[in-house]
C-alpha cells in the first residue's frame, strides 16, 4: 500500500488543484489558458523527462541549466548566417557532448555527480558567456529558426507535440526495454548490477548523455519561441525547477525507482501553482515558499515511505513460523 501511494501519490494533488483552480479561476480551465500552459512548460518537460532517468540511475545532474544556455546561444550564433537545420543539430550535439562528460566523470572517475555537474555547469556557463560577450543574439531576421517551437499543427504548437513525442519515447525506454530495466538495476543496487553482468558504467553515461542532449533540446526550443538566445537564461533557477519537478513527482532521490509520467506531472504541478498565482493576483512572493515546502514534503513522503517499508519487512521476519499439526 505505501509502494503503491508513492508511486502514484502526485496524481491526486495534481487532481486536486487542478479542479481547485477551475473552480476558483474561470480562465484557468481554457483552452487558450491550458495549452499556453503546456506550450511553457515544454522544454521543463523535455529536460526533466530525461533527467528522470539520471535520477532513477542513482545520479544528479545539475548542469542542465548551463547547458540549456550554452546549446541555444551556439545555434542561435550559428543560426544567424548559417543552415538552420545544421545550426540546431550542432546544439543538441553540444549537450549530448556534455553530458557524455558528465557521464565519463561520474562513472568511470567516480566523482560525486553533484560535485561534477556543478562543477561542469561553471565550465559550461562561462564558455555561453564568452560565445556572446554578455549580450543576446537575436534572430528576428531569421524567422525560419522559430518553425522548431511556433508551428501550429492542429491550433497546439509544434513545442507541444516535440514535448509529447520526447515523453512518449523516454518513458517506454524507461518502462518497457532492456535499458530501462537496466536503468532501475543500476540505482537500486549497482553492486548487484555489477554481479549481474550489467554494463553499470555504459549504462549510466548514457543516462547522463541523454540529459545533457535533453538540455540542450529544451534550449532550442526557448531560443525558437523567442527567436533569440542568452548566456544566462536557464541556470539556477531552470536546475531548481526541473530537480523539484522530478522529486515532486515522486522520483527517489536515491536512485531505483522513479517513471517519466510521475515526472510530467510533477512539473505540471508547479506548473499549475505559478498559473494559479497569477490568475488569482496572489504575492507571487510565496510562490517561492510554496515549492520550497512542497519539495520538503515530497523528500519526507520518500523517506517515511522508504521506513515504513524496512520495518514491515522487518516485522515480516520476525513472525513465528507457523506452527504445523500433527
Request: proline share 2%; aromatic share 8%.
Amino acid at each position: 500500500m505505501l509502494r503503491g501511494l508513492r508511486r502514484s501519490g502526485i496524481l491526486i494533488p495534481f487532481i486536486i488543484l487542478f479542479i481547485a483552480l477551475a473552480i476558483s479561476s474561470k480562465p484557468f480551465a481554457t483552452k487558450v489558458n491550458l495549452l499556453n500552459l503546456l506550450d511553457q512548460q515544454s522544454a521543463l518537460l523535455v529536460i526533466a523527462c530525461a533527467g528522470t532517468l539520471v535520477f532513477v540511475a542513482g545520479g544528479l545532474d545539475l548542469s542542465v541549466g548551463a547547458v540549456y544556455a550554452l546549446s541555444a546561444v551556439v545555434a542561435a550564433r550559428l543560426a544567424q548566417h548559417g543552415d538552420i537545420g545544421l545550426a540546431l543539430l550542432v546544439g543538441v550535439l553540444v549537450g549530448v557532448l556534455v553530458g557524455l562528460l558528465n557521464g565519463v566523470i561520474v562513472a568511470i572517475f567516480e566523482i560525486n555527480p553533484l560535485i561534477a555537474t556543478l562543477s561542469m555547469s561553471f565550465v559550461v556557463s562561462g564558455i555561453a558567456s564568452l560565445i556572446t560577450s554578455g549580450d543576446s543574439i537575436t534572430l528576428y531576421h531569421r524567422s525560419a529558426y522559430g518553425d522548431l517551437a511556433r508551428t501550429q499543427i492542429f491550433s497546439v504548437t509544434s513545442a507541444t507535440w516535440l514535448t509529447l513525442l520526447v515523453a512518449c519515447l523516454l518513458g517506454a525506454a524507461l518502462w518497457a526495454t532492456s535499458f530501462g530495466r537496466h536503468i532501475y538495476a543500476v540505482g537500486g543496487n549497482i553492486n548487484a548490477a555489477r554481479l549481474a553482468g550489467l554494463r553499470v558504467t555504459q549504462i549510466r553515461v548514457a543516462t547522463f548523455a541523454i540529459s545533457g542532449g535533453a538540455a540542450a533540446f529544451g534550449g532550442l526550443i526557448d531560443s525558437s519561441r523567442v527567436l533569440s538566445a542568452q548566456a544566462t537564461n536557464g541556470g539556477d533557477t531552470l536546475t531548481f525547477t526541473v530537480i523539484a519537478g522530478i522529486v515532486v513527482g515522486g522520483t527517489s532521490m536515491l536512485g531505483g525507482e522513479g517513471a517519466v509520467w510521475r515526472s510530467v506531472l510533477g512539473i505540471l504541478f508547479l506548473a499549475l501553482i505559478g498559473n494559479g498565482y497569477n490568475l488569482l493576483g496572489l504575492d507571487p512572493l510565496y510562490q517561492q515558499v510554496t515549492l520550497g515546502v512542497l519539495i520538503l514534503l515530497a523528500v519526507a513522503v520518500e523517506g517515511f515511505g522508504r521506513i515504513a517499508e524496512r520495518w514491515n519487512i522487518r516485522s515480516w521476519r520476525r513472525r513465528p513460523a507457523p506452527q504445523v499439526a500433527t
